[in-house]
C-alpha cells in the first residue's frame, strides 16, 4: 500500500522513480532494523542456558572432596535445595575469617529444612591445616578443598570472600565479593525464597 502510493504520488517522471526507490530503501531498512532487533532479543533469551560464572548464568559444576574425603557434586547439591551458597574462603584471608561466625550462624539458621544449603570451597590453603581450623570455628557446613585452584579459576573468583548464590535450576542468582554478615546474606535468601 505504501509502496503503490508512492508510485501515484511521484507521478511518472524520474522524480516518481526516485520515490519509489527511496520509499523501498526506506522499507528495507526497517525491515533489517526489525530482523536485527528479533535476533537480538532471540538471542539474549537463549544466554541463561549458556554455562557462565555471572548472575542469570547457569552456575559451572564442579566435584570437590570434602574434608572427610567424600566426592561433593554442585549440580546435585543444587538439585537438592532451593538455594545452594557457594562461598570461596581461605584460612589466609582475614576477610575470609572475619566472616566465619556470621556464616556458622546462617547455616544454624538454615541448615535443618534443607532449603538452603552452604558450602564453604577452602581455596589455597595446606590441606593439613583446614580441619583443625574448621573443628576450632565450629563450621559445621560441609568444607570442600580446592587444591588445585581449578574450581576458584573456573568461577573467575578475583576477591576473597566470594559468595555465590545458586538457585534448585542450577542458575546463579547472586554473587557476593567480599566479606558478607548474617543479615546481609539472610536478606538476600529471603528474598529469593519468597520468589515463585
Request: proline letters at 4%; one cysteine or more.
Amino acid at each position: 500500500m505504501i509502496i503503490r502510493f508512492l508510485f501515484i504520488s511521484g507521478g511518472n517522471g524520474s522524480m516518481g522513480k526516485r520515490i519509489a526507490f527511496g520509499g523501498i530503501a526506506v522499507l528495507v531498512v526497517l525491515a533489517l532494523i526489525c530482523g536485527l532487533n528479533w535476533l537480538s532479543n532471540k538471542k539474549n533469551e537463549e544466554v541463561s542456558s549458556q554455562v557462565r560464572p555471572a548472575i542469570g548464568y547457569l552456575a559451572p559444576d564442579f566435584t570437590l572432596r570434602s574434608l572427610d574425603g567424600k566426592a561433593v557434586r554442585l549440580a546435585a547439591v543444587a538439585r537438592n535445595s532451593r538455594l545452594t551458597l557457594v562461598n570461596f574462603w581461605g584460612i589466609w584471608c582475614p576477610y575470609c575469617v572475619k566472616e566465619i561466625p556470621d556464616l556458622v550462624r546462617f547455616d544454624h539458621q538454615y541448615a535443618g529444612d534443607r532449603k538452603v544449603v552452604l558450602l564453604g570451597v577452602d581455596v589455597g590453603d595446606d590441606p593439613k591445616a583446614v580441619p583443625g581450623f574448621v573443628l576450632k570455628n565450629k563450621m559445621n557446613y560441609p568444607i570442600l578443598q580446592d587444591k588445585d585452584n581449578k574450581v576458584s579459576s573456573l568461577y573467575q573468583v578475583q576477591g576473597f570472600p566470594t559468595t555465590v548464590i545458586i538457585d534448585h535450576r542450577g542458575v546463579i542468582r547472586d554473587l557476593i565479593i567480599g566479606e558478607t554478615n548474617f543479615a546481609g546474606l539472610e536478606e538476600k535468601v529471603k528474598k529469593l525464597l519468597s520468589e515463585k
